[in-house]
C-alpha cells in the first residue's frame, strides 16, 4: 500500500533554497546538497564574473575561474567555518584562483615578450593617434596594459576597493591580511596607476571626458544643484 | 544631487589616509557625488587623480538571457568537473591496485576539465590529432601485429553511432600516413579499429587469443573506444572516452 507521507505544491521555476540565506546554502552543502550548490551558483555566478573578469581583463578566462571556483567550494565545503562571512570566503576562494591565473599568465606572457613587445608598441601608437576618442571599452584595456606593473595584490586590492566598492576590513578578510596591508596595497598601486597613466598617457586625464549631456539635462543638473 | 566638491581642494594622498580623517571623508563625499554621474566633475575629478577613470571600468553587462546562460554553463562545468574528479579518484585507488598501465593513460585523459561545452570543438580535434599521432606512431615502430580490441572488462559496447566511422577513418589516415613514411617498403597489416566489447569486429580483426594478450584491469567505461597495438617489445594502448573530454 502506497501512502502520501508529505507533499508540498511547489512551482517548476522556484527552488527551495530560494529563501535560505547564504550561510544557511553552505551548511547545506556541508551536507553534500547539490541542490544547495546549484542554488549557490545561480547566486553567485553574475558578481563573480563581474570580479573576476575586472581582474583578469578577459570574460572568458574569469568564466573558467569561476566554474573552477564552485568546484573548490564543493570541494573544501566541509572547511567551510561559520564563523566567515560566505561572500568572503568564496571571494576568497575566486581571488586566490585568479591571482595563480595572472602569476601563469605573467609567466606565458615573459616567454612571449618580443612578440610582445612588437604589438605593445602597435596598440600605443594606435592609443596616442586616438587619445581623443578613448571610450569606455578602452579603459579596461589601459588598465589592463597598466596593471601589469602592479603585484597581483596590489591590482586585487585596487579592484575591490576602487572598483566593487568593498571595505577595507572585507578586502582584508578575502586576502588574508590586515586592514593596514590593505591600505598599503592600495597607495602604492594608485601611485604606481597614476604615474603608469601620467608617463604613457599624458593627456590622457585631460581628454578623457564623458559626452556632453544634452542642454535640458544639463538644466536639471544646474537647477538640482 | 549635492554640489559639486572642488576637487583642485582635494589630494589624493589623503584618500585612505588614517591620520587625516576629515580629508578621507570629504574624499568619500567627493566621490558619492561622483558615482552619482554628474556630468560635470568628471574632467576636474580626473585631473585631481587620473585613477579615478578606473572606477568606469566596465564589467561584464549580462541581461538576465545571458545570466541564465552563464549560470547553466557553470553548472554543467561543475557537474563535469566533480564527475572527472571522482573518476579519477577511483582510477587512482584501482591503479593503485592494480600497477596497470592506467596510470600512464590518464595523461591521454587530461582531467582538468575547466572548459564550458562552448569549448568542446577544439578539444576534441587535439584529442584525435594526438591519437592520430599515437597510431602513426605505433605503426611505424611496431612490426605489423595490427590492431585488436583490448580486453576491458565490463565494457558493454553501447557507443555513439559516430564513434565507429571516427575510429575507423582514423585508422585508415594512419594506414596512408605509415605507407607514406615507409616509402611502401613495410607490408602493413590490415587494420581494424576495435570496439571494446564489440564481438563481431574483433572477430574481424584476427586477434591473438585473449590469454596472450595483456589486459587493462578495473576498465568500466562502457562508452569508451579502445584501441591496441601489440609488438615484441611494446604495446600502445589508447583509450579514448568522450564523456571525460570535458
Known amino acids: 500500500m502506497l501512502e502520501l507521507v508529505y507533499s508540498r505544491r511547489q512551482s517548476p521555476h522556484s527552488s527551495p533554497w530560494a529563501e535560505v540565506s547564504d550561510r544557511d546554502l553552505l551548511f547545506a552543502l556541508r551536507e553534500d546538497d547539490e541542490a544547495a550548490l546549484d542554488e549557490l551558483i545561480g547566486r553567485k555566478t553574475k558578481p563573480l564574473l563581474q570580479l573576476v573578469s575586472r581582474i583578469l581583463g578577459d570574460l572568458e578566462e574569469a568564466r573558467d575561474v569561476v566554474?573552477?571556483?564552485?568546484?573548490?567550494?564543493?570541494?573544501?565545503?566541509?572547511?567551510?567555518?561559520?564563523?566567515?562571512?560566505?561572500?568572503?570566503?568564496?571571494?576568497?576562494?575566486?581571488?586566490?584562483?585568479?591571482?595563480?591565473?595572472?602569476?601563469a599568465r605573467r609567466s606565458r606572457e615573459r616567454s612571449q615578450e618580443p612578440v610582445r613587445q612588437h604589438l605593445r608598441q602597435v596598440a600605443d601608437g594606435r592609443a596616442h593617434r586616438d587619445l581623443s576618442r578613448l571610450q569606455?571599452?578602452?579603459?579596461?584595456?589601459?588598465?589592463?596594459?597598466l596593471a601589469a606593473s602592479l603585484s597581483e595584490k596590489q591590482r586585487m586590492v585596487f579592484l575591490m576597493r576602487e572598483v566593487e566598492g568593498l571595505s577595507s576590513p572585507e578586502?582584508?578578510?578575502?586576502?588574508?591580511?590586515?586592514?593596514?596591508?590593505?591600505?598599503?596595497?592600495?597607495?602604492n598601486a594608485r601611485r604606481c596607476l597614476r604615474g603608469e597613466l601620467q608617463r604613457r598617457y599624458p593627456e590622457y586625464a585631460a581628454s578623457f571626458a564623458p559626452a556632453p549631456a544634452p542642454p535640458s539635462a544639463a538644466m536639471d543638473t544646474e537647477k538640482r544643484t | 544631487?549635492?554640489?559639486?566638491?572642488?576637487?583642485?581642494?582635494?589630494?589624493?594622498?589623503?584618500?585612505?589616509?588614517?591620520?587625516?580623517?576629515?580629508?578621507?571623508?570629504?574624499?568619500?563625499?567627493?566621490?558619492?557625488?561622483?558615482?552619482?554621474?554628474?556630468?560635470?566633475?568628471?574632467?576636474?575629478?580626473?585631473?585631481?587623480?587620473?585613477?579615478?577613470?578606473?572606477?568606469?571600468?566596465?564589467?561584464?553587462?549580462?541581461?538576465?538571457?545571458?545570466?541564465?546562460?552563464?549560470?547553466?554553463?557553470?553548472?554543467?562545468?561543475?557537474a563535469a568537473m566533480r564527475t572527472a574528479s571522482r573518476l579519477e579518484g577511483r582510477d587512482a585507488r584501482e591503479a593503485a591496485g592494480s600497477g596497470t598501465a592506467l596510470q600512464t593513460l590518464h595523461g591521454l585523459h587530461g582531467l582538468q576539465p575547466r572548459r564550458t561545452f562552448r569549448n568542446l570543438q577544439p578539444l576534441h580535434a587535439a584529442r584525435?590529432?594526438?591519437?592520430?599521432?599515437?597510431?602513426?606512431?605505433?605503426?611505424?615502430?611496431?612490426?605489423?601485429?595490427?590492431?585488436?580490441?583490448?580486453?576491458?572488462?565490463?565494457?558493454?559496447?553501447?557507443t555513439g553511432s559516430a564513434s565507429p566511422a571516427a575510429g575507423e577513418r582514423l585508422a585508415a589516415a594512419g594506414a596512408d600516413a605509415a605507407a607514406a613514411d615507409a616509402g611502401g617498403m613495410m607490408p602493413m597489416p590490415p587494420l581494424a579499429p576495435i570496439l571494446a566489447g564489440a564481438p563481431g569486429r574483433a572477430a574481424a580483426a584476427g586477434v591473438l587469443p585473449a590469454s596472450s594478450r595483456p589486459s587493462i584491469e578495473g576498465l568500466s567505461r562502457p562508452e569508451a573506444r579502445v584501441y591496441q597495438i601489440d609488438s615484441p617489445h611494446m604495446s600502445v594502448v589508447m583509450i579514448v572516452d568522450d564523456k571525460l573530454d570535458v
Not at chain 1, 578586502?171 to 597607495?187: D, K, M, Q, W
Not at chain 2, 605505433?138 to 601485429?145: E, K, P, Q, V, W
Open chain 1, 67 to 103: 566554474q573552477v571556483t564552485f568546484f573548490k567550494v564543493w570541494e573544501n565545503r566541509r572547511k567551510f567555518d561559520e564563523r566567515w562571512s560566505p561572500n568572503t570566503w568564496i571571494y576568497r576562494i575566486a581571488s586566490n584562483l585568479a591571482i595563480d591565473h595572472l602569476r
Open chain 1, 136 to 145: 569606455q571599452g578602452e579603459v579596461a584595456a589601459i588598465f589592463r596594459e
Open chain 1, 171 to 187: 578586502v582584508a578578510g578575502i586576502l588574508g591580511c590586515r586592514e593596514s596591508t590593505v591600505r598599503n596595497h592600495l597607495f
Open chain 2, 1 to 78: 544631487m549635492s554640489r559639486c566638491p572642488d576637487w583642485r581642494r582635494l589630494d589624493p594622498a589623503d584618500r585612505d589616509a588614517p591620520g587625516a580623517p576629515h580629508a578621507a571623508a570629504r574624499w568619500q563625499e567627493a566621490l558619492r557625488h561622483l558615482d552619482g554621474g554628474c556630468p560635470r566633475c568628471w574632467q576636474e575629478a580626473l585631473a585631481a587623480d587620473p585613477t579615478l577613470v578606473f572606477r568606469r571600468l566596465p564589467a561584464p553587462d549580462l541581461g538576465p538571457a545571458e545570466e541564465a546562460e552563464e549560470v547553466a554553463a557553470a553548472r554543467l562545468a561543475v
Open chain 2, 128 to 158: 584525435w590529432a594526438l591519437a592520430a599521432g599515437l597510431t602513426a606512431m605505433a605503426l611505424i615502430f611496431g612490426s605489423g601485429h595490427g590492431w585488436h580490441a583490448a580486453d576491458s572488462t565490463g565494457s558493454t559496447g553501447s
